[in-house]
Structure formats: C-alpha cells, structure tokens
C-alpha cells in the first residue's frame, strides 16, 4: 500500500539552527515527491518537488531536499532557520498516473525559538 | 499570478442551513479540487474536477455537493452538515497534465453548530 510517513511529530529548533525534517514514503512505482508549509490559518504551499533526475532539490524559502531511493526517504533540509519557518510541514507523494491524488504524510510541526 | 482565492475565510451554519463555498483561479488551470482538513491533521482529498467534469468523488457524503461552472470557479454547496463536518476547506488547481503539483487557497474556515 502506498503510505508517507514523517516520524517527528513536533520538533522545536532554534533560530539560526539548521534543519532537517524527515520523510519516508512507501509506493510501488516511480514516486513523485513534494514538501508542502502551512503557516496557521494559511493553505498549502509548495516548497519543492521531485520527479526525476538530480536527487538533491532546491525548494523556495533556502529549503533543499535529498532523494535516497535505497532509504525510500526525501528529507527535508535548512541550513538556517529563521522564525518565521515555524509551520506545518507536509510531505506528500504522487503517482505518474496523474490522477491528482496526493499521499499526504501525517505533518511535522516546526517551532522556532528565539 | 498563482494565486487560488476562497471565499469566505470563515462561515458559521447551523445543521439545517444551506450554504456555498466558492473558489477562482485564473492561472488556466483545467484541474480543480476540494480537500477537507481537521486540526493537526493532513488535507483529505474529496472531489477532483477535470475539464469542469467530476472525475474523482472520494466517497463524500450527498450533503456535500460540488459544482464547477466555468473553468475558473469551483463551488462546494452544503446542506444539511453535521458537526463533525466542522474544518478547514481547502480548494486546489492544478495544470491537466500535472495533477501532482496542485496550488492551494488559503482555506475556508467552517463550523457547523
């Protein structure tokens, strides 16, 4: 069965701190990758993505993320954090079938602290 | 411009109101979707509009029914909520043929009393 799973549920840094949020994904075919934020109150915006080739990806916002087939992970990373970073922060997988069905992870919730 | 606007950002009804939540965007996209989100927990997805077509209905119950009349507006209408219906309602668009990469709206807030 496909499925993401992010295992830190809450992780607190603090600012200035570099960053590194988890996610592993279990899918059978080609997997299409993607980091989302949602500040409070706010809808999903797209960090970056994955579909292919240089397994290292540069998102918006300093956010970079690590595809490793072997470890079916896709981590999320920031050398600095800043306070404004505290969000929810979702990885998600899609299939090549274009469906639009995403998989989303269950959330890892950021805080910054001074 | 990649923006995807929602309207209202919070409604209030009661079990027996009758309500639309509206949703543009005018980025030419030709994919639309509704997602439902509870507190702390990931968007569900529930309707995905292609072509103004219907062409994934996750099993949502009839209260809620979703209309696409043009290929820049997406309406959910609501009738007969219960409470447990009460969450973030998030709309979507995405390019038809790149359904993965979807941009969100900022949310309607709905509580069911």
């Known amino acids: 069965a496909q499925s993401v799973t992010q295992p830190d549920i809450h992780i607190t840094v603090s600012e200035g701190a570099s960053l590194e949020l988890r996610c592993n994904y279990s899918?059978?075919?080609?997997?299409?990758l993607f980091w989302y934020v949602q500040s409070p109150g706010q809808g999903l915006q797209l960090l970056l993505k994955?579909?292919?080739?240089?397994?290292l990806v540069q998102g918006i916002k300093g956010f970079e993320a690590e595809f490793k087939r072997s470890q079916s992970s896709f981590n999320l990373r920031k050398p600095s954090v800043h306070w404004s970073d505290a969000a929810e922060y979702f990885c998600?997988?899609?299939?090549?079938?274009?469906?639009?069905?995403?998989?989303f992870g269950q959330g890892t919730t950021l805080q910054v602290k001074p | 411009d990649t923006e995807v606007t929602q309207t209202p950002k919070h409604l209030v009804m009661g079990m027996t109101n009758k309500k639309s939540l509206k949703c543009e965007q005018h980025?030419?996209?030709?994919?639309m979707y509704w997602y439902k989100q509870k507190a702390k927990k990931p968007p569900e997805l529930m309707f995905v509009?292609?072509?103004?077509?219907?062409?994934i209905n996750e099993s949502v119950p009839s209260r809620f029914s979703p209309e696409c009349p043009n290929s820049s507006l997406l309406n959910l209408h609501l009738h007969a909520l219960q409470p447990e219906d009460s969450a973030l309602y998030l709309c979507?668009?995405?390019?038809?043929?790149?359904?993965?990469?979807?941009?969100f709206g900022a949310g309607t807030r709905l509580s069911v009393l």
């Open positions: 979507a668009s995405s390019p038809l043929l790149a359904k993965n990469i979807q941009y």
């Open positions: 899918y059978g075919a080609t997997p299409y």
């Open positions: 994955y579909f292919s080739g240089d397994t």
């Open positions: 998600a997988v899609g299939g090549s079938s274009n469906t639009g069905k995403l998989i």
């Open positions: 980025m030419g996209h030709r994919a």
């Open positions: 509009y292609s072509y103004e077509k219907l062409s």
